[in-house]
């Protein structure tokens, strides 16, 4: 309580102190200042009409203070000018409330209440506040974590693969995400290009990503045939995690020698083959996505890659909208976009990418990813 006149001070601290408020005293806003410095009260309550340091002067000083426990203060203006201007200088001040002389303590009782009232929701705000940018923050570590786990799992060079060019891409949503693809090398020389795009977004469904390419990994070593290998990690799959996830995936055994592939979809979009006379071919998922049912069946298709030929394995994060608005991109449309000649895989996804994909930085609505596989011309 700042006030130069000791009576009405002395008068009105008595007053509270039976209310059942402690208070301590100050005569001017310079020792009320020092004061402060020593300890924050919870509330102040200042005279507006003071010598040296009137009650606009100090809490001028209040409020420019480093400290927030000093600058935040609440403080009641106690003036005895009546009428709106005086009410709007208390304001503009800085005061929180303001009680007119004469006072009347049931007012300025509820008024002290109210302000502690507030007082004490602005802290607990701050404190909820304090705790979330907490857990922000440890999820902005953990996540980034996993996104240095997951992209250990996507290879960032394409495989040694003489007369064969490989380009890929891959974007989450946020840090990690829930698509995945990969190549390994099968027990007959084949090579094994997979992708999958496990339901949802962010760490769980990263977590699907990673258990996808150990059981990819599994099923390569201990089967010959895409079809048995997708018949394997489907199984194993759905042993872990009943029918409560699922994924789609989709696999292009290679043979790099004769340019043969055996494809095997569950629940994936199409791939697109690309031939070098210009025309695509789209091959459709012949079995549902992985996880759903205990027994699938997985069929094979085959096609032969000449040279100049390639195919392109992709996420659903492709049939976005367009990049001008209007209709959403689809199988068919992405088919009509690779019609025609490519000098490599880089200037197909290049392609791809410029029509389909949003810029770089710009929010995505999916996961994208998308791998494609071309056959040398010499």
Request: net charge negative; proline share 6%.
């Amino acid at each position: 309580m700042i006030d130069d006149d000791r009576a009405s001070r002395r008068m009105l601290a008595r007053a509270l102190s039976e209310a059942g408020y402690t208070c301590q005293e100050a005569t001017s806003g310079i020792e009320a200042l020092e004061m402060l410095q020593a300890a924050a009260p919870s509330l102040l309550l200042l005279d507006f009409h003071m010598p040296e340091l009137n009650g606009a002067e100090v809490l001028s000083r209040l409020r420019g203070d480093e400290d927030p426990a000093i600058a935040q203060l609440p403080a009641i203006m106690l003036t005895g000018d009546g009428g709106e201007e005086s009410e709007v200088r208390c304001l503009e001040a800085g005061a929180n409330d303001f009680v007119t002389k004469p006072i009347n303590l049931p007012v300025l009782r509820a008024r002290i209440d109210t302000q502690l009232r507030l007082q004490s929701l602005r802290r607990q705000l701050q404190h909820q506040n304090d705790e979330l940018e907490a857990w922000r923050e440890n999820l902005e570590r953990d996540l980034a974590a996993a996104r240095l786990t997951q992209q250990s799992l996507i290879p960032q060079k394409p495989p040694p693969l003489p007369g064969w060019e490989v380009a890929a891409v891959y974007r989450p949503v946020i840090q990690v995400g829930g698509d995945i693809y990969g190549w390994l090398r099968m027990t007959d020389r084949r090579t094994l290009f997979w992708m999958a795009d496990a339901t949802g977004h962010g760490a769980a469904a990263a977590l699907l990503t990673t258990l996808a390419k150990l059981l990819f990994h599994h099923g390569t070593a201990e089967h010959a045939r895409p079809a048995e290998i997708m018949e394997a990690v489907n199984n194993d799959f759905r042993s872990i995690f009943g029918a409560r996830s699922f994924m789609t995936a989709m696999c292009v055994a290679l043979n790099p020698s004769s340019g043969q592939a055996c494809i095997v979809g569950a629940g994936h979009p199409p791939l697109v083959v690309v031939r070098q006379t210009g025309t695509t071919e789209l091959i459709s998922s012949g079995a549902p996505p992985l996880g759903l049912l205990e027994r699938s069946q997985f069929e094979e298709s085959k096609i032969d890659l000449q040279r100049g030929d390639g195919f392109l394995l992709h996420t659903d994060g492709l049939f976005g909208q367009s990049k001008k608005g209007g209709e959403h991109w689809t199988p068919e449309r992405l088919q009509s976009l690779l019609r025609g000649r490519h000098i490599s895989a880089e200037a197909m996804l290049g392609k791809l990418l410029e029509q389909v994909a949003p810029a770089e930085g710009t929010p995505l609505a999916d996961d994208l990813a998308a791998l494609v596989v071309r056959r040398a011309v010499s």
